[in-house]
């Protein structure tokens, strides 16, 4: 199984600023990676997908780098709609054994 | 508009069962996988199972397989998880999803299940 590892848990950043989140994979998934957005009692909302790559209607204020086992989502000029937890999925595994980051909460500061 | 909404939660004793339902709506369902994922309460997500267009192959994560079972019905535009053996660990909010290149760009609301005597 391939473990995904984010950090930090809690990030507390103030609106208007930068914030960067990690992600690391135990062991190579080249560019299988994905980005989720999940606030309290919703559903995940994919951000980013293939390492780097926004999904349909996601604000050009999200950007996403990485390829192997390093990965890293930057929010640039943070908004209130984004504080939230964010999750990494790896979905390198044929047969499917995709695997999700424990999460990164983005606090207000 | 894509559309995905779940049925069949609930509260359910060790050892039980239960089955969850998820309608589709807002595009074409008998071409994409499906895929049902579950977020445990203080926990992260996990992927449970996924099943392709046809219904011929099925994937499960290695702690469901055996008890869980992921199934659907094209031409009602519907997708299942029937869920046996239930443990207290699979206590979790559980997610239809629409699979697409092996991420999930849209997700029900939810149907929480509740293991517990």
């Known amino acids: 199984e391939i473990v995904m590892t984010q950090s930090p848990a809690t990030l507390s950043v103030s609106p208007g600023e930068r914030a960067t989140l990690s992600c690391r994979a135990s062991?190579?998934?080249?560019?299988?990676l994905a980005w989720y957005q999940q606030k309290p009692g919703q559903a995940p909302r994919l951000l980013i997908y293939g390492a780097s790559t926004r999904a349909t209607g996601i604000p050009a204020r999200f950007s996403a780098s990485g390829s192997g086992t390093e990965f890293t989502l930057t929010i640039s000029s943070l908004q209130s709609e984004d504080f939230a937890v964010y999750y990494c999925?790896?979905?390198?595994?044929?047969?499917?054994?995709?695997?999700f980051g424990q999460g990164t909460k983005l606090e207000i500061k | 508009e894509v559309q995905l909404v779940e049925s069949g939660g609930g509260l359910v004793q060790p050892g039980g069962s239960l089955r969850l339902s998820c309608a589709a709506s807002g595009f074409p369902f008998s071409s994409y996988w499906m895929a049902w994922l579950r977020h445990a309460p203080g926990k992260g997500l996990e992927w449970v199972a996924s099943i392709k267009q046809d219904g011929g192959e099925e994937f499960y994560v290695d702690s469901v397989k055996g008890r869980f079972t992921i199934s659907r019905d094209n031409p009602k535009n519907s997708l299942y998880l029937q869920i046996n053996s239930l443990r207290a660990e699979d206590t979790a909010v559980y997610y239809c999803?629409?699979?697409?290149?092996?991420?999930?760009?849209?997700w029900g609301q939810g149907a929480l299940v509740t293991v517990s005597s």
């Open positions: 999925q790896q979905y390198k595994n044929w047969p499917p054994m995709y695997t």
């Open positions: 062991q190579s998934v080249s560019s299988n």
């Open positions: 999803a629409r699979e697409t290149h092996s991420t999930y760009p849209d």
